[in-house]
């Protein structure tokens, strides 16, 4: 079975956009970190206790190297999956 030039360019694009779409999914769930972290802080007038302050740096830190790493992993499972399918689907 030969495939059209026409079929071939939609399914390799068709492909590309699924892993693109897993990769911007994967970030919003990586960065929902960040949606928890500020729903849990509040703005207070008083003086923060240097132990709540710690805390609330950690906590931040963690979120924010949870989505360096997805965004870095994510990128290297990726950049190969496309030019896979580039490679595939001639």
Avoid at 14 to 32: D, E, K, M, T, W
Avoid at 61 to 71: I, K, L, R, S
Wanted: aromatic share 14%; net charge positive.
């Amino acid at each position: 079975m030969t495939l059209t030039s026409r079929t071939k360019t939609i399914l390799r694009w068709g492909g590309i956009c699924i892993v693109c779409l897993g990769y911007f999914l994967g970030l919003f769930v990586a960065s929902q970190a960040f949606a928890i972290f500020s729903e849990n802080q509040t703005l207070v007038s008083n003086p923060v206790p240097l132990k709540e302050h710690y805390q609330a740096i950690d906590s931040l830190m963690q979120a924010t190297n949870v989505v360096y790493n997805a965004a870095f992993f994510g990128f290297a499972i990726c950049v190969p999956l496309i030019l896979l399918i580039f490679k595939k689907v001639r």
